[in-house]
C-alpha cells in the first residue's frame, strides 16, 4: 500500500502567478502520476512523473505550463504556471507501488486551486 | 484504446444490492478491469480488479463476463456511504489508468 499527502489542500491565488502542489509518498515507487479534475468532471491524466527524467506528458499538456519534478522515488512537484481562473480545478496525485498491470493505484486527497 | 461505457447515474436503497455495469468491447486479453469510486471532496479509492474470473473482496464482488466485454460490479448491501461516482478502467496505458465519466451512485435511505 501507499500513503500520499499533498500539499497544500487548497489555495487561492491570483492570476498570472504559479503555484507549487507537492506530493510525499510513505514509500518508494516507481509510477507515479498527475491528474487534474476540473469542477463537476472526471479525472483528467496531466502527466507521469518519472524519477531522473523528464516527465510524459499527455495531449493538451505542455511543460511550459505544468512543469514537474521527481528528483526520487517518495516525492514529486507539480506547478501550476501562470495561472488563469481556467486553471481553477482539483489536482491530484497518484501513485502505483510494484511493477505491472495487476496493481492498485492510490490517490492523494487533491489540492482544490481557485484562481482568481 | 479500450473505451468504456457506463450509466450516467444509479441509484438504490440502502441494505439493497446494486449491480453497476461496463462495457468494454474492446478490451485485449491481458487488459485487467479495475474498479474505482470517488467519495464527495475525497480522491479515487480502489475498489477491485479482475481479469478474467469473478472476484470477491471486502468491498464488493466482480463478474466479468465470460467474453470479457463487459463487467459488473456488485455492491452486496449498499450503505448510504458507498454513494459515489464509480469509475470502470481498463488497465491497458502501461500503467496510467484513464478515467472516463463514471456511474453516480446515489442511495437513498
Known amino acids: 500500500s501507499a500513503v500520499i499527502s499533498q500539499k497544500p489542500s487548497r489555495d487561492i491565488c491570483q492570476r498570472g502567478t504559479s503555484l507549487t502542489i507537492q506530493c510525499q509518498v510513505d514509500?518508494?515507487?516507481?509510477?507515479m502520476f498527475w491528474y487534474r479534475q476540473q469542477p463537476g468532471q472526471s479525472l483528467t491524466l496531466i502527466a507521469t512523473?518519472?524519477?531522473?527524467?523528464?516527465?510524459?506528458?499527455e495531449s493538451g499538456f505542455v511543460i511550459d505550463k505544468f512543469p514537474i519534478s521527481r528528483p526520487n522515488l517518495t516525492f514529486s512537484t507539480l506547478t501550476v504556471s501562470n495561472m488563469s481562473p481556467e486553471d481553477s480545478s482539483i489536482y491530484l496525485c497518484s501513485v502505483r507501488p510494484g511493477w505491472g498491470m495487476n496493481t492498485e493505484a492510490f490517490f492523494g486527497q487533491g489540492t482544490r486551486l481557485t484562481v482568481v | 484504446d479500450a473505451k468504456t461505457t457506463q450509466p450516467n447515474s444509479m441509484e438504490s436503497n440502502e441494505e439493497e444490492p446494486v449491480h453497476l455495469p461496463c462495457n468494454h468491447s474492446?478490451?485485449?486479453?491481458?487488459?485487467?478491469i479495475h474498479w474505482y469510486r470517488q467519495l464527495p471532496s475525497q480522491g479515487p479509492e480502489y475498489v477491485i480488479h479482475g481479469l478474467t474470473s469473478n472476484v470477491n473482496n471486502r468491498m464488493a464482488s466482480l463478474a466479468i463476463a465470460e467474453d470479457r466485454k463487459s463487467s459488473t460490479l456488485i455492491l452486496h448491501r449498499a450503505t448510504l456511504r458507498d454513494a459515489a461516482v464509480y469509475y470502470c478502467?481498463?488497465?491497458?496505458?502501461?500503467?496510467?489508468?484513464?478515467f472516463g465519466q463514471g456511474t453516480e451512485l446515489s442511495v437513498k435511505p
Open positions: 474492446t478490451i485485449s486479453g491481458t487488459d485487467y
Open positions: 514509500s518508494q515507487v516507481t509510477m
Open positions: 478502467i481498463p488497465d491497458n496505458q502501461g500503467g496510467k489508468l484513464i
Open positions: 512523473a518519472n524519477q531522473g527524467s523528464e516527465a510524459t506528458y
